[in-house]
Structures are given as C-alpha cells and as structure tokens.
C-alpha cells in the first residue's frame, strides 16, 4: 500500500547517542517533514523538505540533522540524543506546497516512539 | 505566524450523545484550516479541511465543522458519537507557504 513508513516503531537510546528515524514514501511527494508530538503540546515541527536537496528548520530544529538525497527518503538525525528528545515522533508528507486545493493534506507515517535514558 | 489554541483538553461523552470540539486560531492572512484524528497507536489522518467557500465542511465518519472568521473559529462536531469515535483530534492551521501549525489536541473519549 502507498503510504508513508517510518523505522524503527521503538527505539531506546542513551544520553549521548547517536541515531537515524528513517521515513520513506512511494507517492512521490515533493513535500515532506518530521514532527515530534509531545502530550499538551501537539505536533511541533522540527524540519521538514520540499524537493530533493532542499531542507530547512522548522519550530524546533536544535538537536536534529536531515538532509534529503532522493524524492522518497527523508532521515532524521540525533548526532547526540538528550533526555529532552524523549517523544513520539512523526513524517509527513504532501504532494507539493503552495495554494492549490489540497496541496497542505498531510499524510502521516505511523510514528516512531524514542526514549532517552 | 499563525498560532491554534484549542479549548479542551480532554472531553468524555456517552455514546450517542452529540459533541463539538472547539478550535480558536490566529493569523493576520487567509488561512487553511484542518481537523485530523488519531487513534491509538497510529498516525494522523485527515477529517476534514476548509481551504474556501462554503464556511460548513462535511468530513468522514459524520464529523463537520464550521469556519467562523469573525471569531477566528473552526469546531468540530459531530451529531451522535460512537465509541469508536474515542481518539485525539487536532486542530491545524496553514498560512500561505508557511508550515501547518497545530493544535495541543483533544482526546475525546466515548463512553458506553
């Protein structure tokens, strides 16, 4: 099915370790982006791409790399994960950005839940 | 930059009776306005979204919600809830090219 998928589901990190949240889609989106949803927070954005090799920072980018080589991957990067990053987080994606009807419909991968110790 | 502040943080209702969750925005432009659900354990997915024209969205599963620009509204509701209605619902707002802003969310949970 076309969708979005997010690995690991779970993941369990030290302080001061590092790792990759993979998110990949098959609709060929232009658009997509990594949220962490933290409780009586909502989703916050942290960055997000609208075409390969373009990336920029959301609302809260500090802690996080991306970067987006081909149309399909979307890697988030903790280079040295902290208590603070502890939280459920999110890919997205959209057709494109801009005004067209519809063009801001998010289609969300399942999520990935990290904790850090 | 466009901000959402939505009401309740928590809402418990018995089934069939009727609900609305209420979503306030801000933004100094046009705006998108979305509502997406989640279940437990799953992504969000889209309710509904007012992009223009009719100021009463119709959205899956019975839900609907009204644009009100005068008091920078956009609740949602839903006549006869389920208990497969007991999710998070989140409100969100999209301004021009800038990115979707959402909502604290509200768990709305259908008692029998």
């Known amino acids: 099915n076309a969708g979005v998928t997010q690995t690991p589901k779970f993941q369990v990190l030290k302080t001061g370790q590092s790792m990759t949240l993979q998110c990949a889609q098959d609709?060929?989106?232009?658009?997509m982006s990594w949220y962490r949803q933290d409780p009586g927070m909502g989703l916050r954005l942290i960055h997000y791409s609208v075409g390969a090799g373009i990336t920029d920072q959301g609302e809260v980018p500090n802690g996080y790399n991306v970067s987006r080589s081909t149309t399909e991957d979307f890697p988030l990067r903790l280079l040295s994960a902290a208590p603070s990053q502890t939280s459920v987080y999110f890919c997205?994606?959209?057709?494109?950005?801009?005004?067209?009807?519809?063009?801001?419909?998010?289609?969300f991968g399942a999520g990935s839940r990290l904790t850090v110790l | 930059a466009q901000s959402v502040t939505q009401l309740d943080s928590q809402v418990p209702v018995f089934e069939e009776a009727p609900v609305e969750l209420r979503c306030n925005y801000s933004s100094s432009v046009s705006v998108y306005l979305f509502w997406y659900v989640q279940y437990p354990n799953q992504g969000l997915q889209l309710l509904l979204k007012y992009l223009s024209g009719s100021t009463l969205v119709k959205g899956i599963n019975g839900f609907e919600a009204e644009f009100n620009k005068s008091q920078t509204s956009f609740h949602l509701r839903k006549p006869s809830v389920h208990i497969s209605d007991t999710a998070e619902y989140f409100c969100?707002?999209?301004?021009?090219?800038?990115?979707?802003?959402f909502g604290a969310g509200t768990r709305l949970t259908v008692k029998p």
């Open positions: 997205a994606s959209s057709y494109e950005r801009g005004w067209r009807a519809g063009a801001n419909v998010l289609t």
């Open positions: 609709m060929n989106h232009e658009y």
């Open positions: 969100a707002v999209s301004e021009g090219d800038n990115d979707m802003r």
